[in-house]
Each structure stands twice: as C-alpha cells, then as structure tokens.
C-alpha cells in the first residue's frame, strides 16, 4: 500500500463468505477488513475502494452511494454487527474512479476528499491569556503513527516473536531529556563554568504539539503538565538522564511515550477512574526506538506505569484473537479498546493496532470520543 495508515485505497475482494440464515446479504473479506454486501453485488477478485471505519465521506458520495442513513453522527463509517458478523469498512465500486488510479494498494483519500475523522482539538492557554509561540525543539520527536493491522494483513508471521500490551484509549503524552535547539547567551556562559547539563532541557507535549519546555516556559494548566506534576516526571527523567548518559549514549536526548486516561479524558470511557493517570508504552534514543524489553526497563527503572503486557510469545491469529474479543475492563461490561502488537526488536515495520469490534459499536452506541 502507498499509505499503510490510509483509510481509503484500492483493494481487492479475497473472499466471499456466506452469512447463516442470511438469504440477501454476504460477509466480503478485503485485506483484513470484513464488509456485509448485498449477494450479488460483488465478486471474488473484484477492484474495489474500500472505505475503512471512522473514514468521513462527503456528502455528494454518500448521496450517490445512497448510504447517508447508515454512516456515523459526522458522516463517518461505523462497525455493525448484524446476524453475528462484524462489518467494519464500506466498499465502494472501482468506477468511482478514474482508470488510471484503479491499481491495487493506491491511496484514494485525496483523490476522493476521504479523510479520517479527528476529534476537535481543544485549545490551552495561559492563565493570563497570553498567546506563546513555541519553536518546536527538533530532537522533541512525535511519536510514530503505525496503522491498523486490518491494512497490513499478513504483517507478522508465526516466526515473528511480538509484545502483545493494551491498547488504552486517552490521549497520547510525550515527556523527554532533549538537546536545546539553541543556547542562549546566558547558557553559553553557563556551559563555559562547567554546567554539563545546560545543553539539554525538559520537555512534554501531547502526541502533535509542544507544549511546554525549560527554555520556553510552560503553559499554565493542562493534562500534560498535571501529569509531568503527578508522577514527578521531570525529576526522574533527569535524575535517569544524568545516571545513563553514558550508558545508552544519549547524545540528542531520550523521550518517553506514553497515553493520559481517566476521568474527564475520553468522554463516556473513564476506566472507572475519579482522576486522570499514565502508562508508559515506548522511548526513543536519539531518535530511534529501542526494543519493547528495553523500553519496559525504563519505564521500570523510572518508577514510572507501562502498559499492560498481555504475552510475549510467537504470533498466531488465535494469541491476537484471544487479547481482542471477549476482553472487557475489569469489573465492567465495556469493551477493551483492543491491543498493540509489536516486534519486539522495535522495527517500527512491524507494530500495528488491532481495533476490538465491539468496542467500535459500543463507542457509537455510547458516543465515545475518538483517540487524539
């Protein structure tokens, strides 16, 4: 594929399965995204634009598509389950689009004004209502996007030994030792005395923006910096830094990632939770990621939360399946999120999220924000 964390590409239909006690309607398999069609309307082997789950499809289409009524508040495709088969993407005919764009794996999201919905951002100023503008430091490295497995099928082998953790559905947060972009005069006077240090500073963020760092100041109250306070972050990052430098060989700096849950996070999906927490679940040195064992280490020696680890074993369909459906949080009947499967090398080529079913229509049903 062109765009592995595209939501809508040029595919081709693998398999057509019959539904029981259905006499009209079928299960397409396409990639390893299911879809229930009309009988009839599609064949083995066919071209087709595929429209993956929370994929906003404008107006003029859908009117032509005659399926207005059946998307998601927001024009978004949902997940169904109807006579107990999911249907998680909408597959559009491959005469949507011009001949020369009809080749397996092409992305169609510019081509057909397809984009994936993103919750609204909500805005963080300072008390004093005054606007910073930060220069984004450029060793402060946001964290890398990796698709739904459903778009790779195929991505790990029963060769392949993988991390299996939870997936926790919050807000992503970022929290690293880095190298300023820029000493100011006064560092550079500093550095001159024997400040070892004054080269690199604090800095956090959510998963897109900086939000706040030694050299720029922060902003004056935000779920990031509640954290940051929370867990202590700053001291143990640099108490971790000033011990290790030399052992990892940070030179750039090292950044922890990791997701803010709870209360007052994702609407409608707190974990039971009065108040907001951290799971860490991967750093970067120097830019590059280390293995899964190594980031779990960290986060151990930081005194910091990592992820639920659900196994460490060999991939196969049924180890992924038996984390994905049927697993709901603790004490409750709402479903998981779903599960991160990683490599645990830390080849970032094989890492992918697997996307619980029941948890995409309980989130419709409930009306749960989208992860951001």
């Given at each position: 594929?062109?765009?592995?964390?595209?939501v809508?590409y040029?595919?081709?239909?693998?398999?057509?399965?019959?539904?029981?006690?259905?006499?009209?309607?079928?299960?397409?398999?396409?990639?390893?995204?299911?879809?229930?069609?009309r009988?009839?309307e599609?064949?083995?082997?066919?071209?087709?634009?595929?429209?993956?789950?929370?994929?906003?499809?404008p107006?003029?289409?859908?009117?032509?598509l005659?399926?207005?009524?059946?998307?998601?508040?927001?024009?978004?495709v949902?997940?169904?389950?109807?006579?107990?088969?999911?249907?998680?993407?909408?597959?559009i005919?491959?005469?949507?689009?011009?001949?020369?764009?009809?080749?397996?794996?092409?992305?169609?999201?510019?081509?057909?004004?397809?984009?994936?919905?993103?919750p609204?951002?909500?805005?963080?100023?300072?008390?004093?209502?005054?606007?910073?503008?930060?220069?984004?430091?450029?060793n402060?490295?946001?964290y890398?996007?990796?698709?739904n497995l459903?778009?790779?099928?195929?991505?790990?082998?029963?060769?392949?030994?993988?991390?299996?953790?939870?997936?926790?559905?919050?807000?992503?947060?970022?929290?690293?030792?880095?190298?300023?972009s820029?000493?100011?005069?006064?560092?550079?006077?500093?550095?001159?005395?024997?400040?070892k240090?004054?080269?690199?500073?604090?800095?956090?963020?959510?998963?897109?923006?900086?939000?706040?760092?030694?050299?720029?100041?922060f902003?004056?109250?935000?779920?990031?910096?509640?954290?940051?306070?929370?867990?202590?972050?700053?001291?143990?990052?640099?108490?971790?830094?000033?011990?290790?430098?030399?052992?990892?060989?940070?030179?750039?700096?090292f950044?922890?990632y990791?997701?803010?849950f709870?209360?007052?996070?994702?609407?409608?999906?707190?974990?039971?939770?009065?108040?907001?927490?951290?799971?860490?679940f991967?750093?970067?040195?120097?830019?590059?990621?280390?293995?899964?064992?190594?980031?779990?280490?960290?986060?151990?020696d930081?005194?910091?939360?990592?992820?639920?680890?659900?196994?460490?074993?060999?991939?196969?369909?049924?180890?992924?399946?038996?984390y994905?459906?049927d697993?709901?949080?603790?004490g409750?009947?709402?479903?998981?999120?779903g599960?991160?499967?990683?490599?645990?090398?830390?080849?970032?080529?094989?890492?992918?999220?697997?996307?619980?079913?029941?948890?995409?229509?309980?989130?419709?049903?409930?009306?749960?924000?989208?992860?951001?």
């Amino acid at each position: 594929m062109e765009n592995l964390n595209s939501v809508c590409y040029v595919a081709r239909i693998a398999e057509i399965k019959a539904i029981p006690n259905a006499d009209n309607i079928v299960q397409a398999v396409i990639g390893g995204w299911n879809c229930i069609i009309r009988k009839g309307e599609f064949n083995v082997n066919d071209l087709v634009v595929v429209a993956t789950t929370n994929a906003v499809i404008p107006k003029k289409l859908s009117e032509a598509l005659n399926i207005t009524n059946y998307l998601r508040k927001g024009e978004r495709v949902r997940t169904v389950k109807l006579k107990g088969v999911y249907s998680e993407c909408l597959i559009i005919p491959i005469g949507f689009i011009p001949d020369k764009y009809r080749v397996e794996g092409t992305d169609c999201m510019e081509l057909m004004e397809i984009f994936k919905y993103e919750p609204p951002v909500r805005e963080i100023q300072t008390a004093s209502g005054k606007k910073i503008k930060y220069r984004q430091n450029p060793n402060f490295h946001i964290y890398y996007k990796f698709p739904n497995l459903k778009n790779v099928p195929g991505m790990f082998t029963e060769d392949d030994m993988v991390e299996i953790s939870r997936k926790i559905h919050g807000t992503n947060a970022r929290f690293g030792i880095v190298k300023k972009s820029k000493l100011s005069l006064l560092d550079r006077i500093r550095k001159f005395f024997g400040n070892k240090w004054i080269e690199y500073e604090y800095v956090y963020g959510s998963h897109n923006v900086e939000k706040g760092s030694d050299s720029q100041g922060f902003y004056d109250t935000d779920v990031w910096k509640t954290i940051s306070e929370k867990y202590q972050i700053p001291g143990r990052l640099w108490e971790f830094f000033k011990l290790n430098k030399e052992h990892y060989k940070i030179d750039s700096g090292f950044v922890i990632y990791g997701e803010i849950f709870g209360a007052g996070i994702q609407k409608n999906y707190d974990y039971g939770l009065k108040s907001f927490e951290y799971v860490g679940f991967d750093v970067t040195i120097n830019g590059q990621y280390i293995s899964s064992p190594r980031s779990f280490t960290i986060h151990q020696d930081l005194g910091l939360p990592y992820v639920p680890m659900l196994a460490v074993d060999f991939w196969s369909q049924e180890l992924q399946d038996k984390y994905v459906f049927d697993n709901f949080i603790e004490g409750t009947k709402v479903p998981h999120e779903g599960i991160v499967i990683k490599e645990v090398s830390g080849d970032r080529s094989k890492v992918a999220k697997v996307i619980n079913p029941d948890y995409l229509i309980y989130s419709e049903k409930h009306n749960v924000s989208d992860s951001h």
